[in-house]
T-cell receptor, first 114, second 113 residues
């Protein structure tokens, strides 16, 4: 049973295209996140949603738009892709009742913009 | 603000060697501290955690002790295996809990036979 799943696992696309990455969690968690991991493995939070509402929106270009149709899903749409968007994107989730902050991560989506 | 400083890598060890990866933190209040591991080609997995001062987190032979006096949470293992080769991330959750998780830059460990 996959707790946090992401699709696709790999995504290769041309500059200027629009693409979406999907995330689903079956843990019943209330909060979901998107992280970007660059080529040096540095991991930075992009967005956080709690019960379908945005609660963290770090400084990311507005070409990135998260969408949460329900609390089990948090999708990431990227417009006008740029070379610098190439990275691994991780989705994660956590439970509000877990005050210690444990997050559970998906396997990642490797995005390559050509 | 809250932050984590992690030992720079990469670290290369022979099998059965002792491992230490240093991690220090800056935080207001009483954060929870974590070590996550990322195996090649995979996502991050929680390795261990500690939620208050002097707590020791342990899992798979790895240990880390929450030291408030030195603001540290160093990861240790007495005898590493080839299968421990991965990137290790130290992290803390801030005052608002899971919504603010701050990661260190990651330390790549390679264990050679």
């Amino acid at each position: 049973d996959t707790a946090v799943s992401q699709t696709p696992k790999y995504l290769v696309t041309q500059m200027g295209n629009d693409k979406s990455i999907k995330c689903e969690q079956n843990l019943g968690h209330d909060t979901m996140y998107w992280y970007k991991q660059d080529s040096k493995k540095f991991l930075k939070i992009m967005f956080s949603y709690n019960n379908k509402e945005l609660i963290i929106n770090e400084t990311v270009p507005n070409r990135f738009s998260p969408k949460s149709p329900d609390k089990a899903h948090l999708n990431l749409h990227i417009n006008s892709l740029e070379l610098g968007d190439s990275a691994v994107y991780f989705c994660a989730s956590s439970q509000d009742g877990d005050r210690f902050g444990t997050q559970y991560f998906g396997p990642g989506t490797r995005l390559l913009v050509l | 603000g809250d932050s984590v400083t992690q030992m720079e890598g990469p670290v290369t060890l022979s099998e059965e060697a002792f491992l230490t990866i240093n991690c220090t933190y800056t935080a207001t209040g009483y954060p929870s501290l974590f070590w996550y591991v990322q195996y090649p080609g995979e996502g991050l997995q929680l390795l261990l955690k500690a939620t208050k001062a002097d707590d020791k987190g342990s899992n798979k032979g790895f240990e880390a002790t929450y030291r408030k006096e030195t603001t540290s949470f160093h990861l240790e293992k007495g005898s590493v295996q080839v299968s421990d080769s991965a990137v290790y991330f130290c992290a803390l959750s801030g005052r608002t809990g899971a919504n603010n998780l701050f990661f260190g830059t990651g330390t790549r460990l390679t264990v050679i036979p």
